[in-house]
């Protein structure tokens, strides 16, 4: 897989009048042979103004069809797309602006006035003023036919938990390894109508599932960002027949007043990552025929690595699935020999839809990899993981989450399942704290929707675990920080005095 073929105009030739994208807010839609001209216009206006291999393009914006034009322009030229956090500060995405030095940045209304505080020396490009006049007066170019696999397409930035964060590559060939792996996952075909509401700033956003949507040639609508009410509209309607979301999403949906009498059975996928979706609202939404798929994955992994089939949703709760088609996996222990089945371990990455590393960050790219005796380079995920005899993987948590309280090891994301049980916790989250006695013991920090005496939680636990995975302490908060993915961010939790 060296080269590959240009991805967009060969899905052109294939569909050339489907529709390839619509935005439902304004009415906008593109086939795929108009996605693929716009994309050649916009390449040759980013090489009008001087951008060519190599260069970055920074792009600042919610959720557009022109998002997706750009992508593909700075595939067709070989430029390195660079999306921004537009709920980041001014100062972060200034920083980033310089350690990218990108000559052009793309951006929508809502953001027109961060982007146009960015450095004075950026050409700068409104999707909503100047945009269509500019295309208008660019023909299509001849772009290049090849597009080399290990190439850069585009950067992801991590949430930066230690410093700033790091830019993770995407490569062309990581793009279509996750078509792969997604796509025969959740056994994607023809007549699927995706919906992208995630932020493209995210993995998630650009590909669960719209770029893989692209290359199969299937219409994904488009919406700003997520909206409970619009979402169960066109699920009710129909108007969608796979979903993906993060579990703060599944709960929101489970939530509206509709949802009891929702019909759920138009839809032939549901698909759930960026942290274990608590076993009850599995059960919950199983019972309305909705099979919830677990899956795991990694910025680094493209995302796709585990998905979980429907077959055992229900059978292997808590579960995350099994390695998908081109992904391997290996669970080891501190001395990277590999675990028994059914041990817990540090769990690691390998294959073709793993990244290269991060950009211009050697440094970081050493420490993120362990080279096997065989030459192997295994991409380190940070979690712990084990595998069932069936060959079914479980996430217990993350390693640096992970706390030992009296010599025993507790992992959060188990204590945070069983209190998820209870009928008036909403979302929990579980940190660890100094203690003079036991070394370190659990916060419960949670979100109620009715009034619980601390107590009953703690006997509430002390019925589901073992006595020293119970927290110590429990906070009622009102809601946590959390990724624009709505994925709760742990570091940056405010802990009151205990």
Not at 256 to 267: A, D, Q, Y
Request: net charge negative; hydrophobic share 40%; charged share 20%.
């Amino acid at each position: 897989m060296d080269m590959l073929p240009d991805l967009l105009a060969n899905r052109a030739a294939l569909s050339p009048h489907k529709i390839a994208l619509l935005e439902l807010e304004s009415g906008k839609e593109v086939s795929f042979s108009e996605l693929n001209q716009r994309s050649e216009k916009l390449g040759s206006l980013l090489n009008a103004n001087r951008i060519s291999e190599g260069d970055r393009v920074a792009v600042l914006c919610r959720n557009r069809i022109a998002f997706f034009e750009l992508l593909f322009a700075c595939a067709k030229i070989g430029a390195i797309l660079v999306p921004l956090n537009w709920r980041a500060p001014l100062a972060e995405n200034d920083d980033l602006l310089a350690r990218f030095s990108p000559k052009i940045i793309f951006h929508g209304k809502e953001d027109e006035a961060l982007a146009r505080q960015t450095d004075a020396g950026l050409i700068k490009i409104d999707f909503d003023k100047n945009y269509e006049g500019l295309l208008a007066v660019h023909a299509p170019m001849r772009t290049r036919k090849n597009w080399p696999s290990n190439q850069i397409w585009y950067l992801l930035l991590t949430s930066g938990t230690t410093g700033m964060p790091k830019a993770v590559i995407q490569t062309y060939g990581m793009a279509l390894c996750n078509a792969v792996n997604i796509g025969q996952a959740i056994d994607i075909v023809s007549e699927d109508i995706f919906l992208n509401f995630l932020p493209l700033f995210h993995s998630a956003g650009i590909n669960l599932h719209t770029l893989p949507a692209i290359f199969n040639g299937n219409t994904s609508k488009i919406i700003s960002g997520f909206d409970t009410d619009q979402v169960i509209s066109l699920i009710e309607n129909g108007e969608i027949t796979a979903f993906f979301g993060v579990p703060a999403i599944y709960l929101q949906l489970s939530q509206h007043p509709k949802f009891t009498e929702l019909n759920l059975s138009k839809m032939r996928s549901f698909g759930c990552g960026g942290a274990p979706l608590p076993d009850y609202l599995v059960e919950l939404y199983a019972n309305k025929g909705a099979l919830v798929c677990n899956g795991m994955g990694m910025t680094e992994t493209g995302p796709t690595a585990f998905m979980m089939d429907k077959e055992n949703v229900k059978a292997k709760i808590g579960s995350v699935g099994k390695p998908q088609l081109l992904c391997n996996v290996k669970i080891v222990d501190s001395q990277f020999n590999e675990a028994p089945i059914g041990t817990a371990g540090t769990l690691l990455f390998s294959g073709p839809g793993i990244t290269p590393g991060y950009w211009q960050n050697e440094a970081a790219t050493n420490e993120a990899f362990h080279v096997d005796e065989s030459g192997v380079k295994w991409l380190k995920s940070g979690d712990t993981a084990l595998q069932d005899k069936d060959g079914y993987y479980y996430i217990v948590g993350r390693t640096k989450d992970m706390y030992i309280s009296g010599s025993e090891n507790v992992y959060p994301a188990e204590v945070e399942n069983a209190l998820a049980r209870h009928e008036k916790i909403t979302e929990v989250a579980i940190v660890a704290v100094p203690d003079a006695k036991w070394g370190e013991v659990g916060v419960a920090l949670y979100i109620a929707n009715g009034p619980i005496a601390n107590s009953d939680l703690a006997a509430f636990c002390r019925g589901l675990l073992a006595p020293f995975k119970v927290p110590k302490h429990f906070i009622e908060v009102k809601d946590f920080p959390r990724t624009a993915a709505g994925k709760v961010q742990k570091h940056l939790i405010k802990l009151p005095k205990l």
